[in-house]
Every structure is written in C-alpha cells, then in structure tokens.
C-alpha cells in the first residue's frame, strides 16, 4: 500500500467531527481503482481505525469503508467478504461525550449492515446494489431466486434497522452514513422487486414445497416496503444538497405502485 494511501486512509478517519473529506476518499478510490492495487492492507487501516474508543473515528471508518464499497473496485468488497469477520461493534458505547451514547447506537446499527451487506456477497457473489448488475434478477431461476431473494432481505432489513429520525441526524457524519444507505436502500428494492417480480411470475409452475417458499417471501417483502417508505419520508425531511434533485413523495408513490397485492390465490393442497 503506497504512502499516500495510508495517508489518505488516516486523513478520512480523523478525530474532527465532520465527514471525512471528499479529497481523501477521491485519493482512496483512485487507489482501490488502481490495476493491480492491494487492498488488504488498507481495509487493515480502517478496520484498526474502527477499533478506537472515539465515536467520531469509528463512525468515520465505517463510512469509509462503505464509500469504498459503493465507488470502488470491487476487487475491495470481495476482500472484505473473504474475512472471517468485518467488524465486531455490537457492544460499541463511546461514553466520553454525550453525543457518544446516541451515535454509538447507530454505529452498531450501521456496522451490522456492513457486515450483511458483505456476507451477502459471500453467499451471491455478486453485490446486488451496483448500477452493473441491474436485471440480473429478472433472469434468475427458481432455485435461484430461492436462494438469493432471502439474502436480499436480510441485508434489507439491518439497512431499514439504522432507523433514524430526521432530528438524529445532527452531524455530517451520520448525514454521509445516512446518504449512502439511502442510495444502497434505493438500488436494493429495485432488485427485490425484480426478482419479487420473476418469482410471483413463476409461481404457477413451482412445486408445492417451492409456491410455500415464495409466498413466505412475498409476504415478507409486502411488510418491509412499509419500512421503505418511513426510512424515504426521512430522507424527503433532509431534503437538502444531501439529496438534491429527491423526491420521497415521488419514491413512495412508486414503492406502493409496484407493490399492489399480487398475493397468488390460495392453493388447495
């Protein structure tokens, strides 16, 4: 890992309450993105970084980390899902300010996504919310999306479980946080409904261990975009250069369009 690297790592997870800087993350990139660029060692420097005792560091990594998930190579998630373990803060509490007990809540909110979302590509090999692989639920079969659709909603759920109120959102830290989820939460559904979609397109020619599967999931599905759209009306609330250009009415009003009860009649087995 070349020095400016590790400088540029350092820089994203300073102790300074704000976002970390777009020059240090646009440095980051640019080195993930490198032919032939190691990245072991940098996710070592954030995944030390996520070991402090500071909310504001911890925090920082965390958003680091996923930022380099979202833009980077994706030589970078498959590193990280090829650890054991991502990160371990279930029981982080940062005590030393009073902001610490509130963002450390969402810490452990957030690392958890970030350990699902990369066990996700685990277990899929690929991560459902890059632009590149839209459609690829469309085509899928049966067993497939079987398999693929349950994975989908576990990463779905701890993204939905970050839960902030717009009134929580009190530093650019959380609000960096807080708009990459949302872009993952928009990316995300598009996939579940599709593959939602393949699967009610399907029932009929299922076995009948596989319609049970599929109607357990579609009803799962039909309750998380009830979810989808309190954590939109969030976002619609932070309307602001964080989210230039958004529409959460737009997005719920889509949300509840594609997501008109096609329950397939009850069978009689």
Same mark, same amino acid.
């Given at each position: 890992?070349?020095?400016?690297?590790?400088?540029a790592?350092?820089?994203?997870?300073?102790?300074?309450?704000?976002?970390?800087?777009?020059?240090? /993350?646009?440095?980051?990139?640019?080195?993930?993105?490198?032919?032939?660029?190691?990245?072991?060692?940098?996710?070592?420097?954030?995944?030390?970084?996520?070991?402090?005792?500071?909310?504001?560091?911890?925090?920082?990594?965390?958003?680091?980390?996923?930022?380099?998930?979202?833009?980077?190579?994706?030589?970078?998630?498959?590193?990280?899902?090829?650890?054991?373990?991502?990160?371990?803060?279930?029981?982080? +509490?940062?005590?030393?300010?009073i902001?610490?007990?509130?963002?450390?809540?969402?810490?452990?909110?957030?690392?958890?996504?970030?350990?699902?979302?990369?066990?996700?590509?685990?277990?899929?090999?690929?991560?459902?919310?890059?632009?590149?692989?839209?459609?690829?639920?469309?085509?899928?079969?049966?067993?497939?999306?079987?398999?693929?659709?349950?994975?989908i909603?576990?990463?779905? $759920?701890?993204? +939905?479980?970050?839960?902030?109120?717009?009134?929580? +959102?009190?530093?650019?830290?959380?609000?960096?946080?807080?708009?990459?989820?949302?872009? $993952?939460?928009?990316?995300?559904?598009?996939a579940?409904?599709?593959?939602?979609?393949?699967?009610?397109?399907?029932?009929?020619?299922?076995?009948?261990?596989q319609?049970?599967?599929?109607?357990d999931?579609?009803?799962?599905? +039909?309750?998380?975009?009830?979810? /989808?759209?309190?954590?939109?009306?969030?976002?619609?609330?932070?309307?602001?250069?964080?989210?230039?250009?958004?529409?959460?009415?737009?997005?719920?009003? /889509?949300?509840?369009?594609?997501?008109?009860?096609?329950?397939?009649?009850?069978?009689?087995?």
């Amino acid at each position: 890992m070349g020095s400016s690297a590790s400088k540029a790592a350092l820089g994203a997870t300073t102790d300074e309450p704000t976002e970390p800087e777009p020059k240090h /993350l646009a440095d980051l990139i640019q080195y993930v993105n490198g032919t032939n660029m190691s990245v072991e060692h940098l996710a070592d420097v954030l995944s030390e970084k996520s070991g402090s005792s500071s909310w504001v560091v911890v925090f920082k990594a965390l958003v680091t980390v996923h930022h380099l998930m979202v833009h980077g190579n994706e030589r970078f998630i498959q590193h990280l899902a090829s650890r054991n373990s991502l990160f371990t803060l279930h029981n982080f +509490l940062d005590e030393s300010v009073i902001e610490g007990y509130t963002m450390s809540t969402f810490i452990r909110r957030y690392s958890r996504y970030l350990n699902e979302k990369s066990l996700a590509y685990r277990l899929i090999a690929i991560d459902i919310t890059k632009t590149k692989t839209n459609g690829v639920m469309r085509t899928m079969n049966t067993k497939e999306l079987l398999n693929t659709l349950p994975v989908i909603q576990t990463q779905f $759920d701890a993204l +939905l479980n970050f839960n902030a109120n717009p009134d929580e +959102l009190t530093n650019g830290i959380i609000h960096a946080a807080f708009l990459l989820l949302f872009k $993952d939460s928009l990316r995300l559904f598009a996939a579940y409904n599709e593959g939602i979609l393949n699967l009610l397109g399907k029932y009929f020619d299922m076995r009948k261990n596989q319609c049970r599967e599929s109607l357990d999931i579609y009803i799962k599905f +039909l309750g998380r975009t009830t979810k /989808l759209a309190q954590f939109l009306k969030v976002a619609e609330v932070q309307k602001s250069t964080y989210f230039q250009g958004f529409s959460a009415v737009f997005c719920i009003r /889509l949300v509840s369009y594609i997501t008109i009860p096609l329950t397939p009649p009850t069978q009689h087995w």
